[in-house]
Protein backbone atom coordinates (compact mmCIF):
# COMPACT_ATOMS: atom_id res chain seq x y z
CA UNK A 1 0.00 0.00 0.00
CA UNK A 2 2.96 2.58 0.82
CA UNK A 3 5.30 1.84 -1.65
CA UNK A 4 2.72 1.45 -4.47
CA UNK A 5 0.65 4.28 -3.06
CA UNK A 6 -2.31 2.73 -4.71
CA UNK A 7 -5.96 3.86 -4.00
CA UNK A 8 -9.41 2.82 -5.28
CA UNK A 9 -9.27 5.20 -8.21
CA UNK A 10 -5.90 4.28 -9.50
CA UNK A 11 -4.96 1.98 -12.44
CA UNK A 12 -1.82 -0.37 -11.97
CA UNK A 13 0.53 -1.71 -14.49
CA UNK A 14 2.71 -3.62 -14.17
CA UNK A 15 5.09 -4.93 -16.80
CA UNK A 16 6.32 -8.21 -14.78
CA UNK A 17 5.66 -11.33 -16.21
CA UNK A 18 3.53 -13.63 -14.68
CA UNK A 19 6.23 -16.08 -13.79
CA UNK A 20 7.49 -13.96 -11.17
CA UNK A 21 6.94 -12.89 -7.53
CA UNK A 22 6.58 -9.38 -8.83
CA UNK A 23 3.93 -10.29 -10.57
CA UNK A 24 1.98 -11.57 -7.97
CA UNK A 25 2.23 -8.53 -5.41
CA UNK A 26 2.23 -5.84 -7.80
CA UNK A 27 -0.50 -7.17 -10.24
CA UNK A 28 -2.94 -8.95 -8.36
CA UNK A 29 -2.06 -8.89 -4.55
CA UNK A 30 -1.59 -5.53 -3.40
CA UNK A 31 -3.78 -3.49 -6.23
CA UNK A 32 -7.02 -5.89 -5.10
CA UNK A 33 -6.25 -4.99 -1.00
CA UNK A 34 -6.31 -1.50 -2.18
CA UNK A 35 -9.08 -1.97 -4.62
CA UNK A 36 -7.36 -0.68 -7.54
CA UNK A 37 -7.95 -1.52 -11.11
CA UNK A 38 -5.21 -3.55 -12.43
CA UNK A 39 -4.35 -2.49 -16.34
CA UNK A 40 -2.75 -5.81 -18.97
CA UNK A 41 -1.29 -5.41 -21.67
CA UNK A 42 0.48 -8.45 -23.67
CA UNK A 43 3.78 -7.75 -24.53
CA UNK A 44 5.93 -10.19 -25.86
CA UNK A 45 9.21 -8.53 -26.29
CA UNK A 46 9.51 -5.20 -24.27
CA UNK A 47 9.80 -2.42 -26.78
CA UNK A 48 10.55 1.72 -25.04
CA UNK A 49 8.04 2.81 -27.81
CA UNK A 50 5.39 0.65 -27.11
CA UNK A 51 5.75 1.13 -22.88
CA UNK A 52 6.03 5.01 -24.18
CA UNK A 53 2.71 5.00 -26.34
CA UNK A 54 0.71 2.86 -23.69
CA UNK A 55 1.53 5.62 -20.86
CA UNK A 56 0.56 8.23 -23.21
CA UNK A 57 -2.83 6.61 -24.65
CA UNK A 58 -4.47 5.05 -21.43
CA UNK A 59 -5.35 6.59 -17.76
CA UNK A 60 -2.74 4.55 -16.06
CA UNK A 61 -1.60 5.84 -12.95
CA UNK A 62 1.08 3.94 -11.52
CA UNK A 63 3.63 2.21 -13.73
CA UNK A 64 6.02 -0.41 -11.98
CA UNK A 65 8.95 -1.77 -13.77
CA UNK A 66 12.33 -3.71 -14.14
CA UNK A 67 15.19 -1.21 -13.47
CA UNK A 68 16.86 -2.48 -16.75
CA UNK A 69 13.41 -1.72 -18.39
CA UNK A 70 13.83 1.99 -17.31
CA UNK A 71 17.24 2.12 -18.56
CA UNK A 72 16.06 1.27 -22.00
CA UNK A 73 13.09 4.19 -21.42
CA UNK A 74 15.65 7.05 -20.86
CA UNK A 75 18.11 5.67 -23.34
CA UNK A 76 15.11 5.76 -25.94
CA UNK A 77 13.71 9.19 -24.60
CA UNK A 78 10.49 9.60 -23.68
CA UNK A 79 10.55 13.35 -23.10
CA UNK A 80 8.61 13.73 -26.52
CA UNK A 81 5.26 11.45 -24.94
CA UNK A 82 2.80 13.06 -22.37
CA UNK A 83 1.71 11.16 -19.43
CA UNK A 84 -1.18 12.58 -18.04
CA UNK A 85 -2.68 10.31 -15.86
CA UNK A 86 1.13 8.91 -14.66
CA UNK A 87 1.97 10.04 -11.14
CA UNK A 88 3.73 7.35 -9.59
CA UNK A 89 6.76 5.21 -10.78
CA UNK A 90 8.43 2.46 -8.93
CA UNK A 91 10.71 -0.16 -9.60
CA UNK A 92 12.79 -3.53 -7.56
CA UNK A 93 14.87 -6.20 -8.38
CA UNK A 94 18.86 -5.01 -9.20
CA UNK A 95 19.50 -1.81 -8.20
CA UNK A 96 18.89 1.13 -10.43
CA UNK A 97 21.62 3.61 -11.27
CA UNK A 98 21.71 7.25 -10.32
CA UNK A 99 21.88 8.47 -13.90
CA UNK A 100 18.36 6.72 -14.51
CA UNK A 101 16.79 8.35 -11.74
CA UNK A 102 18.24 11.79 -12.71
CA UNK A 103 16.98 10.83 -16.59
CA UNK A 104 13.62 9.46 -16.08
CA UNK A 105 13.07 13.20 -13.75
CA UNK A 106 14.29 15.07 -16.40
CA UNK A 107 12.34 13.64 -19.29
CA UNK A 108 9.05 12.83 -17.25
CA UNK A 109 8.69 15.09 -14.31
CA UNK A 110 8.42 11.80 -12.07
CA UNK A 111 10.65 10.07 -9.82
CA UNK A 112 10.96 6.16 -9.37
CA UNK A 113 10.48 4.78 -6.39
CA UNK A 114 12.77 1.91 -6.10
CA UNK A 115 12.62 -1.11 -3.25
CA UNK A 116 13.55 -4.37 -2.62
CA UNK A 117 10.99 -7.42 -1.41
CA UNK A 118 11.18 -10.95 -0.53
CA UNK A 119 12.36 -12.38 -4.12
CA UNK A 120 15.44 -10.21 -3.66
CA UNK A 121 15.96 -11.01 0.34
CA UNK A 122 15.97 -15.18 0.46
CA UNK A 123 18.85 -16.96 0.26
CA UNK A 124 18.66 -21.00 0.44
Known amino acids: RYWLNLTP ?8 DTGWAK ?15 VFVHNMP ?13 YPITT ?14 DVSSYKFPSLKHCVTGGEALNPEVFAKWKIQTGLDIHEAYGQTETVRL
Open 23 to 37: SAWGSVFTPWICGSC
Open 9 to 16: SDIMWNTS
Open 63 to 76: FCTAPTAFRMLVQH
Open 45 to 57: QFKPEVIAETLSR
